[in-house]
């Protein structure tokens, strides 16, 4: 059994920042890609930010230059830093993980309960 908690979402003033982590627990031999998705009423989910297990990562348009997505391999946990938010930033926040659970088993994908962030002044 694989858990993903999220934390960290709120409400945030235009031009402010915010930090979403995810942090996975249970049985996990390697974490492969995590990353975050986002989900606005009206609009379809969106991949915002994806990081693999070498560090390399890749991010929306509407999100590069203003969100940085990291990971701990140790705690294995995945940070989203959101500075310069826009009302636009408005959604559901998903974390996306995908892993192993046992050696030579099968990479599964998992997802976090979600966590509303809200940008308005």
């Known amino acids: 059994q694989v858990q993903l908690v999220e934390s960290g979402g709120g409400l945030a003033q235009p031009g402010g920042s915010l930090r979403l982590s995810c942090a996975a627990s249970?049985?996990?031999?390697?974490?492969?890609?995590m990353a975050w998705y986002r989900h606005a009423p009206g609009k379809q989910r969106e991949l915002v930010a994806v990081?693999?297990?070498?560090?390399?990562?890749n991010y929306a348009d509407s999100v590069k230059g203003r969100f940085t997505i990291s990971r701990d391999n140790a705690t294995k946990t995945v940070y989203l830093q959101m500075t310069s938010l826009k009302p636009e930033d408005t959604a559901v926040y998903y974390c996306?993980?995908?892993?192993?659970?046992?050696?030579?088993?099968?990479?599964?994908?998992?997802w976090g309960q979600g966590t509303q962030v809200t940008v308005s002044s």
């Open positions: 996306n993980v995908n892993l192993q659970s046992a050696l030579g088993s099968y990479v599964a994908s998992y």
């Open positions: 249970g049985s996990i031999f390697r974490i492969n890609n």
């Open positions: 990081i693999t297990n070498g560090g390399t990562t």
